[in-house]
């Protein structure tokens, strides 16, 4: 994990990093870390409707959350 936070400190721009820190975290059992994790790789490559959508199945598991990832989806991919 702590590999992870170096490249991300050296390219803080580049969504893979947090996107596997998110998998790991969701591994581990700690699904809000990973959540927020998968929502900083979806942030990061906005356009990237993988991203979006790891981050609204996340969410689906923490209950409210899921509502709101799925709007942000949805606005996303037709904003572009």
């Excluded at 490249?7 to 990973?34: F, H």
């Excluded at 959540?35 to 490559?45: K, N």
Aim: charged fraction near 20%; charge should be negative; avoid cysteine.
């Amino acid at each position: 994990v702590s590999l992870f936070f170096d490249v991300i400190r050296q390219a803080p721009n580049i969504a893979d990093p947090y996107s596997t820190l998110g998998l790991i975290y969701e591994e581990m059992g700690d699904k809000k870390k990973a959540l927020e994790f998968f929502m900083i790789a979806a942030h990061i490559s906005a356009k990237d409707s993988s991203q979006w959508l790891q981050l609204a199945q996340g969410s689906k598991d923490l209950g409210e959350l899921y509502n709101n990832s799925i709007s942000i989806y949805l606005f996303m991919s037709y904003s572009y």
